[in-house]
């Protein structure tokens, strides 16, 4: 069984859009963004993941500069290539294009000694929804709060 451990959480991705499916990537990375990564120094806020001729890459992750990384350092701002299957890019790149989907880094994690890349297919959400999802997590926080008072 494969060790899973969570390096970073895109949560404003959660916020904004519906997970309608997620996809495991691989990414294409330099040693001192590895080092870089293991240290915690990554940030998924604001990415987005786009297809261009058959390849999948993702945009807006910063990755910190490696800080004994001298001139071996990369940009931390730049585009990174994702590694999935052929078919799956396809279907993905169908599904963007005519239903409007938006792809969404979710999670960085390591998956033994391989950093992996969680991919969400999202829809975005209206106003509306947001104000939803705040209203149900406070009458949920609000009803264990009270059991929680009735226990004691």
């Not at 990414?27 to 987005?48: A, H, M, P, Y």
């Not at 001729?53 to 350092?73: A, L």
């Not at 590694?83 to 979710?106: A, T």
């Not at 999802?133 to 009270?146: L, Q």
């Amino acid at each position: 069984m494969a060790s899973l451990k969570t390096i970073a959480q895109n949560k404003k991705a959660r916020h904004d859009y519906f997970i309608e499916e997620s996809y495991e990537a691989g990414i294409e990375l330099f040693g001192t963004e590895v080092k870089s990564i293991r240290q915690g120094r990554v940030n998924l806020k604001d990415s987005w993941c786009s297809i261009d001729k058959g390849e999948i890459f993702v945009n807006g992750m910063h990755i910190s500069p490696y800080e004994q990384g001298n001139i071996f350092n990369r940009d931390p701002m730049r585009v990174r290539k994702l590694l999935m299957h052929k078919k799956e890019i396809n279907r993905l790149f169908g599904v963007v294009k005519q239903m409007g989907y938006s792809l969404i880094p979710i999670s960085l994690y390591f998956k033994d000694s391989r950093v992996k890349v969680q991919v969400g297919l999202c829809k975005g959400k209206k106003l509306y929804d947001k104000r939803e999802d705040m209203a149900k997590r406070a009458a949920k926080r609000d009803m264990e709060r009270a059991i929680k008072e009735q226990n004691r």
